[in-house]
């Protein structure tokens, strides 16, 4: 915990992020898309689209977005999402 920190916030893993994936971001998504999506009736250029605003940033609940970029995001990475900013959507 940081001293000068006197906000805090609760945030629920399922709770709404929107983030915009870099190249390498698109990449791992789509890999992943491949691996668990080889069965059904949807393709990862589908899915992915229908993830993304017009503006290109990608929605998930924040539990997916850990499970398909966890393992992509250590010191040192390259970065899967732009400037590494995640945006949380907070409702009252």
Request: aromatic share 16%.
């Amino acid at each position: 915990m940081h001293n000068k920190c006197n906000i805090y916030i609760d945030v629920n893993i399922n709770t709404t992020v929107e983030v915009k994936l870099t190249e390498l971001g698109l990449k791992v998504l789509t890999e992943y898309c491949f691996k668990y999506f080889g069965d059904i009736d949807i393709t990862p250029d589908a899915y992915i689209k229908s993830l993304t605003n017009k503006d290109g940033y990608a929605m998930f609940s924040m539990w997916d977005f850990m499970n398909i970029f966890g393992k992509s995001m250590y010191m040192g990475s390259d970065p899967v999402i732009e400037n590494n900013n995640i945006k949380i959507y907070l409702y009252r």
